[in-house]
């Protein structure tokens, strides 16, 4: 590897690399439009198109790409060279501002939710000059909002810079109400961490499930399996350690901050980690990453699963959101200090954030929601489906205090002897951390610890945004209002504590006494995609976003009917999958099985050996039975899904008979399938199982 700090970024248009490349006039304008949201002079941006270009020239590019962020939550890109023919017969290359500044892909075949007809095929990228341009593959990409002919948001990254604006508007009001008078933009800050397994390429190839669907739709249980925690930070095999070695390089080389790779607790389970940075620009690296981490691992004949559960039994794969708010003179507004109890400024966005993860939790339990993550929460590995906030013992005092007339101290952690004279004294945080917490307050960020591995974390930060902007705007009238400021901040601090404290909770988070008490709060507890998709047309929600200019009613009405068709499809093909394997792969084996163990048995009989053949009778017996109900379950799911697929009217009645019907069959026969696996010989089984996929690196 070559020298670290020589290449990151290297194939990122960043800062530096404008300064070297653009006349003084033009960077400073360009850094006027990133910095201040001003509109970008038409003649800046034909200079800035061509330094772009010449510059991905050098870097081998050929080719240049508006590269967005659909529906589908996964990226898209259309790629067009640079080359244009002269009249000579040669070529030249070129770039201009307008083709920078503005692309036309076909927006027909992209998930609208009834904003578009499929006939009505024109759709616009639109430069988002705050992410910075990067080549990957032999092209320029140039990271874009999508949008409509009408002008309705068709992607993931619009709605997020519109809550990026509408969260540091209202946390400046604040902020001036406080008397701030040096700040002048608040934005909002994301580490994503992303966890992933690793699989053997040509083990990955033998199951049909995995290729059509990213996860196993049968598959027994191993011998073993995390019981030893002796995966969970363990030592890095080799083959993994190179893959890691690889794609920290490539992660590197766009400008991705690549910090913390490690085992995770899972066997073939990993993590990695970045250093945080601005949400937009947080977004799109975490997208390359997942698309990164597929290419490399092929590169190592490897295969990267991203669905949030692969593998029945053990745990899956979650995505941690670490997001703050910060402001551009460098101050973290949820930074504590060293006596948060009289350190107004944090506790009245700390309050502010708790109120809103209160009121509007059923869109945040939605911006988590997905059909891989219906089998993680809740299940002893990810937080429940149940919002709650985890404070942590010193947090939970000065609102007790708070609510009780007012806060006086703060508890510290001191330091921690470990009783060996060698090693020094550490210093103690003044609060434990919670795994089993959905949200939970690490010093001075929230962990939102619900989010699908697999999806884009545009959606969970376009609501954290759009809700705490809520509050925010809130209490800024209240305090440009009032007479006494500093007593209005006393008043809404203790306010919000008293009517929302119902939402924190510093317990054990899988316990089934949790799901009691907060039935007893009165806190939602949205089990399932399906049922949470209907907050995305709750009138609250849509009163909220709009009233931010976020999402308009219709763009929230479309985002309902995507995500319901999503998981309609999901399921569906889920389903489709596992019949296909059922009768094509797994039948014929069992009955193959079964009848050899027929002939074996009248072989023996035939032999006139007065020979014990209860064994051998009793399994034929039990794979026999089996392989009755196995048909017969494969039967009832074939029935079940054409009732669903055929069912008219509302797409959410559709998408609860996928659910709560197709779902459920798909269920039984895997039972019955898993039981097989566990008797039928293993040369004879048609595909790999868990322990070959889990445990062959």
């Known amino acids: 590897m070559s020298n670290l700090g020589q290449i990151f970024g290297s194939n990122v248009f960043n800062d530096a690399v404008m300064k070297e490349c653009l006349p003084k006039a033009t960077y400073k304008a360009l850094r006027k439009t990133i910095e ?7 003649v800046v941006a034909d200079v800035v198109a061509n330094a772009m270009k010449d510059w991905a020239l050098e870097k081998g590019a050929t080719h240049f790409t508006h590269w967005f962020q659909p529906m589908t939550g996964i990226t898209a890109e259309k790629h067009d060279a640079f080359i244009s023919p002269t009249s000579d017969g040669k070529a030249i290359m070129e770039f201009s501002g307008k083709e920078l500044i503005k692309g ?19 759709g616009y990228t639109a430069w988002d000059c705050t992410s910075p341009a990067f080549v990957k593959d032999d092209s320029l990409c140039i990271p874009t909002a999508f949008c409509s002919y009408t002008g309705e948001a068709l992607d993931k990254k619009t709605p997020l810079l519109r809550s990026m604006e509408a969260l540091g508007k209202q946390a400046l009001r604040v902020l001036r109400a406080l008397g701030n008078t040096t700040t002048n933009r608040v934005i909002t800050t994301v580490g994503p961490e992303q966890e992933y397994f690793i ?3 040509k083990t990955y190839e033998q199951r049909k499930d995995l290729i059509f669907t990213g996860r196993t739709l049968f598959g027994a249980k191993p011998p073993k399996g995390q019981e030893l925690e002796d995966h969970y930070f363990g030592s890095i095999k080799e083959k993994i350690s190179a893959y890691m070695k690889e794609l920290d390089e490539e992660l590197w080389k766009l400008g991705i901050a690549a910090k913390s790779k490690h085992n995770e607790v899972a066997p073939a389970q990993h993590e990695l980690a970045p250093i945080f940075t601005t949400t937009n620009i947080a977004t799109d690296h975490n997208q390359l990453t997942m698309d990164i981490m597929k290419k490399v691992a092929l590169r190592h004949d490897l295969v990267c699963l991203l669905h949030e559960k692969p593998f029945a039994g053990i745990n899956g794969s979650g995505k941690h959101n670490n997001w703050s708010m910060g402001t551009d003179d460098g101050v973290n507004l949820l930074e504590p200090g060293r006596t948060p109890h009289d350190n107004q400024q944090f506790l009245v966005f700390l309050c502010s954030v708790i109120k809103a993860v209160d009121v509007y939790a059923d869109l945040l339990r939605v911006s988590a929601a997905n059909p891989g993550n219906d089998h993680r929460l809740g299940a002893n590995e990810a937080p429940p489906a149940i919002i709650s906030i985890f404070l942590g013992e010193q947090l939970q005092d000065i609102l007790e205090q708070i609510e009780n007339g007012g806060a006086t101290s703060s508890k510290n952690g001191g330091n921690m002897e470990i009783g060996v004279t060698t090693l020094p004294p550490l210093p103690k945080d003044a609060t434990d951390r919670n795994r089993t917490s959905p949200f939970a307050f690490t010093g001075n960020k929230f962990e939102f610890r619900m989010c699908p591995s697999s999806a884009s974390i545009a959606e969970p930060n376009i609501t954290l ?18 007479t006494d400021a500093k007593a209005e901040v006393k008043t809404i601090i203790t306010e919000y504590v008293t009517n929302h404290k119902r939402v924190v909770f510093n317990g054990n988070g899988y316990s089934d006494e949790w799901v009691v008490e907060a039935e007893k709060r009165g806190l939602l507890n949205l089990r399932t995609t399906v049922e949470s998709i209907k907050a995305l047309i709750s009138e609250k929600n849509i009163a909220v976003m709009e009233k931010h200019a976020v999402l308009s009613k219709v763009e929230m009405e479309s985002r309902y009917e995507i995500a319901l068709e999503n ?13 296909e394997m059922a009768k094509r792969q797994i039948l014929p084996s069992v009955i193959k099985f079964a009848t050899n163990l027929a ?7 035939a032999t006139g050996v007065a020979a014990d053949l209860t064994a051998q009778t009793e399994l034929l017996t ?19 899904v054409e009732k669903a697929t055929n069912a008219h009217g509302d797409t959410y009645d559709q998408a609860s008979l996928f659910r709560f019907d197709v779902f459920e069959k798909m269920a039984v026969l895997r039972e019955v399938v898993d039981t097989l696996e566990t008797l039928v010989d293993k040369d004879v089984w048609p595909m790999p199982t868990y322990g070959d996929l889990l445990f062959n690196i």
């Open 36 to 42: 201040e949201g001003l509109p970008l002079d038409p």
């Open 104 to 122: 036309e892909p076909d927006a027909s075949s992209f998930p609208s939710g009834g904003l578009r007809a499929t006939f009505e095929a024109r």
């Open 199 to 201: 699989l053997d390429k």
């Open 465 to 482: 945004n759009t809700i705490v902007a809520e509050v925010l705007n809130e209490v800024a009238d209240r305090l440009e209002n009032a």
């Open 567 to 579: 998981y309609i499809k999901t399921i569906n093909v889920e389903a489709l999958t596992m019949i």
């Open 599 to 605: 002939v074996s048995i009248n072989t023996i009989k």
């Open 622 to 640: 039990e794979v026999s039975s089996l392989t009755a109900s196995l048909k017969k379950n494969i039967a009832v799911l074939e029935e079940t």
